[in-house]
């Protein structure tokens, strides 16, 4: 026997340590999009180093070595995020810790802590996104560090098809078991001790706490889902789509903005609701930011948990929007808001940049000067948008320090920002107190799941102006573009304007497919990142599982009765193998029976030798057993042996009871 | 000896408690002539230290999922959780029902290292992989490892050092696995009825039969006119002074006389009474020195021990015949 056949504590193949390489590669790649450059490349370089070292049997740094890169390490990641904790720097730090222990990686059992780190790194990704592929990476991901966790319990290398078969073999058994775990181990609401303040998605593209002219028109080239409605019922008309956003109220001549003072809720006596009533369930991806996307107005004694109304019709969560939300509400298209306006709101909302914008000061002040009223002064402001030759588009040419004079009197071209900035502008300057309005408008629907997608590409900013006694929606956009509010984006920009590739591109056949593959992302959605305590509490209450004892039992029980199950077909694999001789299997069978009365067949002896030795200490055995064995040697050594003498065989060993 | 073991319990629960059960169990550990069947009733199985780790991991993994509300890090803790459980099974197949035969043993002189052979076989129709075999308590580098086909068979030796002349008893081993993962341990206690001879370690070369002293070294007295000593007799005048048996003199009433019978065969006679000044086991070393040397010159040579005397004889099984003589001597 050689050395080489003893224990397990011995230096690693090549073969393996390049397949635990690959395998890290595999792992770490991902995080690459949201790691420092210089920690992707010296990753790459030390994964690289590490495979020629395997194969040119480079020797491995000296510890001081080793110590100095981990301080380098630590220091270099605390100088790229100022700190070595919460979820960006945590993962870097853990890529980077990985890609180190390659330093001093050559045994055996090192690969094994490996491998756990590298189980570990897989859920960092899940950190940052959650989509349907990543659950295809989990799996792809699991099989092949199982296969590397497995090549580490054998001595030489085994082929890779050997390991990610078994692996491939104990990740599917594990699936059902996953799922029942997942769907009955009680879920607990909240974060138990509190998030880092990174932690969730990356940022992404969506309505922001300001508006500048360009950045609604810059919003619009993400085809990304704002978030899916469904109605309960009819969905209202399209031009009552409004999906009621951020709301400003202080102009600085360029940028709209929430004024200083802080959002108070809205009094039950300043709205009144009127019409009929649209309910409908939302499911907000995440922004980031504290506004709850709801249809314009939304009744304030219905709102989701942590939220309130605030006095501008804002609907606003306790806390930033992180991840993604699910909120039922019911909207009132029709409503009065704010019959009264005190002096000092009056102010605010008439306030305007001292100085600027000369020429559409005096435009609007000639308006007021005609004695016209504030509804007569929105008709006649809206009249001219639909009059003079106004253009809708996504590539308005630069605005300058005036930018609302400049649009008004000499560019003309813009998107739905420069329209509602310089609607309000002009009603203020009238004297008619009005404010920004950003949201949504539309929605596609996807008929496949029965709800809406509001898109980024939806996004939208409008007015709203107070006169006789209620905030009133006026959307500057629709003067200029109606089939903006009809027909969704692609109908209203004409050729040339920049409409984005994607709304450009658009054909049946991709339509189809987007639709379908968002509704399964709806689903994924809804199903499984949405399973949380609510969900797994109504789906669970189906099945009479309602409290959390009932569940750990019906836990315990199907996976202690999966696993036996799991446990029993590996046994019988496990099991003698029956044999293809029948003749074999028959003697076999005596072989067992006597063997259990103790008496075993040594290697030595021939059947006939070993009946004979029994027969000699158990003389009263004969009949049963001399039959049995002699028709067996002729079974066996006969020149054709016929069926008749098998079945005879057959019933002899049947017979064959051998008494106490 | 008391205290120590109290410590051991404090510092060590689990290994106490491990030590505890494995004498438990190896004190019922029934020695068998094989094959041994390893029923699964058999294999006990406890977590390594890295399934302990990987059962933190998960812990750790969890709690990370229930802070995030994060369904993918649930869904990848559950799914490495039902590979953890799963593979307890995995390594309990793989070794349930192996059967365990006893090998060859060759017989070793004491102070050397006897290779017990033990094969596995492998009845079922499923592969084996890394079966391990080693003596309880042993360093794990010491496990012999083995592959194992479906419906085959391998054999693999474990050294035992043979201290005693006399028979060795193999007595129990273990066979463990710890595949696929590596975060179980799974194993089980067997003793196979297997013994082997241990001869007397041979003495340093260099002393001489005394029956061809005078002669010089085995070689020189390999001719024709050898004396050998047949027994005593009363002394009778003219007896040479050298032919007295000055031993027995003062016990018997009057002098004896060794007789030696001239022989015409290379016969040489090793003998236990002719080492009288050396103990026991010095005595029991040299003749087997003895029997190597004179086995190596091919020469005919016969034994005489108290109580056993072995005709003189040549080749291995008169050799063998001769060292168990010495390897089994009881005085």
């Known amino acids: 026997m050689s050395m080489s056949e003893r224990g397990l504590n011995d230096y690693l193949p090549v073969a393996t340590l390049l397949r635990m390489l690959a395998v890290l590669l595999l792992i770490l790649a991902p995080h690459a999009s949201h790691l420092p450059v210089w920690e992707s490349a010296l990753i790459v370089a030390l994964l690289s180093w590490r495979g020629m070292a395997a194969r040119r049997q480079w020797r491995m740094p000296p510890r001081i070595l080793r110590a100095a890169l981990v301080f380098a390490a630590l220091g270099g990641v605390y100088a790229s ?176 903005k929430h004024g200083w003072t802080p959002p108070r809720a809205l009094s039950a006596d300043a709205v009144r609701y009127e019409g009929a009533a649209v309910r409908y369930e939302l499911t907000l991806e995440p922004t980031r930011m504290p506004w709850l996307l709801a249809l314009d107005l939304p009744q304030a004694r219905d709102l989701p948990p942590d939220s309130q109304l605030d ?20 909207s009132y298209p029709h409503y009065l808001l704010e019959p009264e ?159 984005p590739a994607y709304l450009a591109r658009r054909t049946a ?29 109504r789906f669970l209450e189906r099945f009479g599982l309602d409290d959390l004892r009932s569940m750990i039992l019906a836990l315990t029980v199907l996976l202690t009765t999966s696993m036996s199950i799991v446990g029993l077909l590996l046994l019988r694999r496990a099991a003698p193998a029956r044999s293809a001789d029948r003749a074999l299997r028959e003697w076999q069978r005596l072989q067992h029976r006597l063997a259990a009365r103790g008496y075993v067949q040594r290697g030595d002896e021939g059947p006939r030798d070993f009946v004979a030795r029994v027969l000699g200490e158990r003389p009263d055995w004969r009949a049963p057993l001399q039959t049995a064995a002699d028709l067996y040697l002729q079974t066996r050594y006969l020149q054709a042996p016929d069926a008749g003498l098998l079945t005879a065989l057959q019933q002899a060993v049947r017979a064959a009871r051998l008494p106490a | 000896m008391r205290l120590w073991l109290i410590a051991k319990m404090l510092l060590h629960p689990l290994r106490w408690a491990q030590d505890r059960i494995d004498a438990w169990v190896m004190a019922r550990v029934k020695r ?48 490495l959780a039902g ?37 596995i076989d492998n009845p079922s129709a499923q592969q084996r992989l890394s079966i391990g075999l080693s003596w309880p308590r042993q360093d794990v580098s010491m496990t012999a490892m083995a592959d194992i086909a479906a419906l085959q068979g391998e054999t693999r030796s474990l050294p035992l050092p043979a201290a005693r002349r006399g028979w060795l008893r193999a007595g129990v081993f273990s066979v463990s696995t710890e595949y696929p993962l590596g975060l179980f341990h799974a194993w089980t206690w067997a003793e196979l009825d297997i013994a082997t001879l241990v001869f007397p370690r041979p003495a340093t070369p260099g002393r001489v039969p005394p029956g061809s002293a005078g002669q010089g070294s085995l070689e020189a007295s390999n001719r024709v006119g050898q004396d050998e000593f047949s027994g005593l007799r009363s002394y009778q005048r003219g007896d040479t002074a050298r032919a007295i048996h000055w031993k027995s003199l003062p016990k018997s009433p009057q002098p004896m006389v060794k007789q030696f019978q001239e022989t015409l065969d290379q016969d040489l006679w090793l003998e236990w009474n002719t080492l009288a000044h050396l103990d026991h086991e010095a005595r029991l070393s040299q003749l087997t020195r003895w029997v190597l040397d004179a086995d190596t010159l091919h020469r005919r040579y016969g034994l005489r021990l108290p109580g056993t005397v072995i005709a003189p004889g040549q080749g291995e099984a008169h050799r063998f015949q001769c060292l168990k003589a010495l390897a089994l001597f009881d005085a």
Not at chain 1, 89 to 115: H, Q
Request: charged share 20%; net charge neutral.
């Open chain 2, 83 to 119: 590979i953890g459980l799963l593979c307890m099974h995995h390594t309990h197949a793989n070794l349930a029902n192996l059967q365990l035969r006893a090998g060859v043993i060759s017989p070793v002189f004491a102070g050397d290292t006897a290779h017990v052979e033990i094969r």
């Open chain 1, 341 to 499: 306006l005190d002096v000092r709101e009056r102010e605010r909302l008439t306030s305007l940049p001292k100085g600027r914008d000369p020429r559409a000061v005096a435009l609007a002040r000639g308006w007021k000067a005609q004695g016209l009223s504030d509804p007569a002064i929105v008709a006649t402001a809206l009249q001219m948008i639909r009059r003079q030759n106004f253009v809708y588009t996504l590539r308005p040419p630069a605005l300058g320090t005036d930018s609302i004079d400049e649009f008004l009197f000499d560019t003309r071209r813009g998107f739905c920002e420069h329209y509602s900035s310089s609607f309000t502008f002009l009603m203020r300057a009238a004297g008619i107190p009005a404010r920004v309005v950003t949201g949504y408008l539309g929605g596609e629907l996807n008929e496949l799941g029965g709800y809406y997608i509001v898109s980024q590409s939806d996004a939208h900013a409008w007015s709203e102006v107070w006169y006789g006694g209620s905030w009133h929606r006026v959307d500057p956009t629709a003067a200029v573009a109606p089939e903006r509010v009809e027909r969704g984006l692609d109908a209203a920009i004409g050729s040339g304007e920049g409409l």
């Open chain 1, 311 to 330: 006095d501008d019709g804002e609907l606003l969560a306790r806390h930033p929007v992180n991840e993604r939300v699910r909120y039922t509400l019911t």
């Open chain 1, 509 to 537: 056949w991709r339509d189809a497919v987007k639709l379908r593959w968002d509704w399964l992302n709806a689903r994924w959605n809804g199903l499984v990142l949405g399973y949380g305590p609510e969900l797994q509490q």
């Open chain 1, 81 to 256: 995020f100022g700190h070595v904790s919460g979820q960006t720097a945590g993962t870097a730090l853990l890529c980077l810790m990985a890609a180190l222990k390659l330093v001093e990686l050559r045994e055996r059992r090192d690969v094994m802590v490996m491998v756990f780190l590298m189980y570990f790194l897989l859920i960092t990704h899940f950190f940052y996104s959650q989509e349907i592929w990543t659950a295809i990476y989990l799996l792809a991901s699991c099989v092949a560090i199982t296969a590397l966790l497995i090549e580490c319990q054998h001595l030489g290398a085994l082929s890779p098809r050997q390991t990610l078969r078994k692996a491939g073999v104990m990740v599917a058994q594990a699936l059902p078991l996953m799922l029942m775990m997942f769907i009955l181990f009680p879920r607990i609401p909240g974060p138990l001790w509190g998030l880092p303040s990174d932690a969730g998605a990356a940022a992404r593209s969506g309505l922001s706490d300001s508006m500048s002219p360009g950045d609604i028109a810059a919003l619009i080239q993400s085809d990304a889902v704002a978030f899916r409605v469904r109605f309960e019922g009819a969905a209202p008309p399209p031009d009552q789509r409004y999906w009621r956003g951020p709301v400003f109220d202080h102009f600085d001549g360029r940028t709209w």
């Open chain 2, 32 to 79: 068998q002539p094989g094959p041994i069947a390893i029923p699964r009733g058999r294999v006990y199985i406890v977590p390594t230290r890295f399934g302990y780790v990987f059962a933190f991991m998960l812990l750790v993994m969890l709690l990370g999922a229930m802070n995030y509300s994060n369904s993918m890090a649930f869904l990848l803790s559950f799914l």
